[in-house]
């Protein structure tokens, strides 16, 4: 049995090392390659999203504790954004708005192009938990003005560089029981993709 | 795998010759032998660097695919957790051979964590990925430009201020290449466009 398997295998070689060379036909090929991947923070990904200061500053991380950019009332006693060190996402918590009012929180965090390509930026907030929310309530907008969350004008952010995050809260209607928004969405894609070749 | 596929084939054709020659118990013969094993870039289905900053080649050019580093001086050393990215152009798929063939593609952990799904898609069509969605088409002499795919659910990443922290994530990439047309599949021409399904070879 075993001769004979020997037998066969040496048959299979030679039939096909004569198609390869004669035709170079080939009824299937397999090939397993390496492929790694490294999951980062948020402060360290190619999109990396960063807690800043009240003036816009990238701080390194804050906590809970970092008094300066707690609002300090019952219902908001940690920063608009920090990374979760657990893990490592950045969390927005924009809690103690009033209702029926025009909130306007500037420097909210920061959006770094960490990659090597030039991208097109902009942001979707949406409401994704039970019952209906009310994303509409929220803009966003880059420090300097220009509206982020328009997926037909986005924002050109270039490689190595960074713009900082303003929201804009508009609660006519909305009281203290309705849901608004629990998820930020940042798209970034390169405007000449698809142009390399 | 591609030596066991020549083993079926062979059994077959040596069952038939032992059918018209006659019973015999046993038979051994000796035959020379040219069997080689190409470079990547000059193998039948040749694997070829696109992006060298994702792409190493290792020995015989083997390609090895990394997004785990620092790709330039701004600072990013992977993607972030609960995140999807795209690479474009990161290999390219050359067939060598003489008929047309059809390109799948397939992962595997092998380092036991979860929580990424990878993906291999042609030119720019990141909806569509090779294997799962699609198949890939490429005509004798042809090449396509394949992309990276990845959907990073809540992969946990401690965070640590000093210390620049990563969860490693290490798969073995199939890349399958058949003369059959897969039935189950839509078919992408090398430019990521559809082909219309029945036709010989990629419609443009």
Same mark, same amino acid.
């Given at each position: 049995?075993?001769?004979?398997?020997?037998?066969?295998? /040496?048959?299979?070689?030679?039939?096909?090392?004569?198609?390869?060379?004669?035709?170079?036909?080939?009824?299937?090929?397999?090939?397993?390659?390496?492929?790694?991947?490294?999951?980062?923070?948020?402060?360290?990904?190619?999109?990396?999203?960063?807690?800043?200061?009240?003036?816009?500053?990238?701080?390194?991380? /804050?906590?809970?504790?970092?008094?300066?950019?707690?609002?300090?009332?019952?219902?908001? =006693?940690?920063?608009?954004? /920090?990374?979760?060190?657990?893990?490592?996402?950045?969390? #927005?918590?924009?809690?103690?708005?009033?209702?029926?009012?025009?909130?306007?929180?500037?420097?909210?965090?920061?959006?770094?192009?960490?990659?090597?390509?030039?991208?097109?930026?902009?942001?979707?907030?949406?409401?994704?938990?039970?019952?209906?929310? =009310?994303?509409?309530?929220?803009?966003?907008?880059?420090?300097?003005?220009?509206?982020?969350?328009?997926?037909?004008?986005?924002?050109?952010?270039?490689?190595? =560089?960074?713009?900082?995050?303003?929201?804009?809260?508009?609660?006519?209607?909305?009281?203290?029981?309705?849901?608004?928004?629990?998820? #930020?969405?940042?798209?970034?894609?390169?405007?000449?993709?698809?142009?390399?070749? | 795998?591609?030596?066991?596929?020549?083993?079926?084939?062979?059994?077959?054709?040596?069952?038939?010759?032992?059918?018209?020659?006659?019973?015999?118990?046993?038979?051994?013969?000796?035959?020379?032998?040219?069997?080689?094993?190409?470079?990547?870039?000059?193998?039948?289905?040749?694997?070829?660097?696109?992006?060298?900053?994702?792409?190493?080649?290792?020995?015989?050019?083997?390609?090895?695919?990394?997004?785990?580093?620092?790709?330039?001086?701004?600072?990013?050393?992977?993607?972030?957790?609960?995140?999807?990215?795209?690479?474009?152009?990161?290999?390219?798929?050359?067939?060598?051979?003489?008929?047309?063939?059809?390109?799948?593609?397939?992962?595997?952990?092998?380092?036991?964590?979860?929580?990424?799904?990878?993906?291999?898609?042609?030119?720019?069509?990141?909806?569509?990925?090779?294997?799962?969605?699609?198949?890939?088409?490429?005509?004798?002499?042809?090449?396509?430009?394949?992309?990276?795919?990845?959907?990073?659910?809540?992969?946990?990443?401690?965070?640590?201020?000093?210390?620049?922290?990563?969860?490693?994530?290490?798969?073995?990439?199939?890349?399958?290449?058949?003369?059959?047309?897969?039935?189950?599949?839509?078919?992408?021409?090398?430019?990521?466009?559809?082909?219309?399904?029945?036709?010989?070879?990629?419609?443009?």
């Amino acid at each position: 049995m075993k001769r004979r398997t020997a037998i066969l295998t /040496l048959g299979g070689l030679v039939a096909s090392g004569g198609a390869a060379m004669g035709t170079g036909a080939f009824t299937s090929v397999e090939a397993d390659r390496d492929f790694a991947v490294d999951v980062r923070n948020d402060d360290s990904a190619y999109l990396a999203l960063r807690p800043v200061d009240a003036d816009g500053n990238v701080v390194g991380n /804050l906590s809970e504790g970092d008094t300066d950019r707690v609002p300090e009332t019952p219902e908001q =006693n940690r920063p608009f954004s /920090l990374i979760d060190e657990d893990t490592g996402r950045i969390d #927005i918590a924009v809690t103690a708005l009033n209702a029926d009012a025009m909130t306007v929180i500037s420097n909210v965090f920061q959006i770094d192009n960490q990659g090597r390509n030039p991208i097109d930026v902009y942001v979707d907030i949406s409401y994704e938990g039970e019952g209906d929310g =009310n994303p509409d309530v929220v803009e966003v907008s880059t420090s300097n003005g220009n509206a982020l969350d328009d997926d037909e004008n986005p924002v050109e952010l270039g490689d190595g =560089n960074s713009l900082v995050v303003d929201l804009t809260f508009d609660t006519s209607g909305i009281g203290p029981d309705d849901a608004i928004a629990d998820t #930020i969405t940042i798209h970034g894609t390169d405007p000449n993709r698809g142009e390399s070749q | 795998m591609r030596r066991r596929t020549l083993l079926a084939s062979l059994s077959v054709a040596a069952a038939g010759g032992a059918i018209g020659t006659g019973a015999f118990t046993s038979v051994e013969a000796t035959r020379t032998v040219d069997v080689a094993i190409a470079d990547e870039d000059k193998a039948l289905l040749a694997l070829t660097e696109m992006d060298p900053q994702l792409v190493n080649q290792g020995t015989r050019n083997r390609i090895q695919i990394s997004i785990d580093e620092a790709i330039n001086e701004n600072g990013g050393q992977g993607v972030g957790s609960r995140s999807e990215y795209v690479f474009d152009e990161v290999f390219g798929i050359t067939n060598q051979g003489t008929q047309t063939v059809y390109v799948e593609s397939e992962f595997t952990e092998t380092d036991g964590q979860s929580g990424i799904s990878p993906g291999f898609y042609v030119a720019t069509t990141d909806d569509l990925l090779l294997g799962t969605d699609a198949a890939l088409v490429v005509d004798p002499g042809q090449t396509a430009a394949v992309g990276s795919y990845l959907d990073v659910s809540d992969v946990n990443v401690d965070y640590d201020d000093e210390l620049s922290v990563s969860r490693e994530f290490n798969f073995d990439a199939t890349i399958t290449a058949e003369e059959e047309e897969p039935s189950d599949l839509r078919l992408l021409n090398n430019e990521g466009n559809e082909v219309n399904d029945g036709e010989d070879g990629p419609a443009v």
